[in-house]
């Protein structure tokens, strides 16, 4: 079955096989850990030292974009004060950070490794 790219990514899957996990379940002390390898078709996580330098970009865009869309939400829809859709819109992007960051290194991940569905049942790489 062909996974989407578009699940891939936000399901946090390894971008080769689309099926493992890319990161152990959240645990609040390390956030950030990753598993090292993917369990289903063995593709290597971290590709080379300091790999995820780039994501942090990433994880500044998806920050910045969703402020903006929540204070434009907040003050042309809810028409609340600035001050007000600020420091909610800083609340929320802080409960989802942790979110945002592995996101980030989701998308990272998948700019450099291909999808390749057989992966699945050829485990001898
Ligand atoms: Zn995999």
């Not at 995820?52 to 903006?68: D, N, P």
């Not at 989701?106 to 390749?116: A, E, L, N, P, T």
């Amino acid at each position: 079955m062909k996974k989407s790219i578009l699940y891939s990514i936000p399901m946090l899957k390894c971008p080769r096989c689309r099926t493992g996990d890319l990161f152990p379940k959240l645990v609040i002390s390390k956030p950030l850990d990753m598993h090292e390898s993917c369990k289903i078709c063995h593709q290597k996580f971290v590709l080379e030292t300091g790999f995820y330098w780039g994501a942090m970009f990433i994880s500044y865009s998806i920050s910045a974009f969703t402020l903006f869309g929540m204070l434009a939400l907040f003050l042309l829809v809810l028409k609340w004060s600035f001050n007000a859709a600020f420091i909610i819109g800083v609340i929320i992007l802080f409960i989802f950070y942790l979110y945002i960051v592995r996101i980030s290194r989701s998308v990272w991940i998948h700019f450099f490794v291909k999808y390749d569905p057989l992966m699945i049942n050829n485990q001898s790489r």
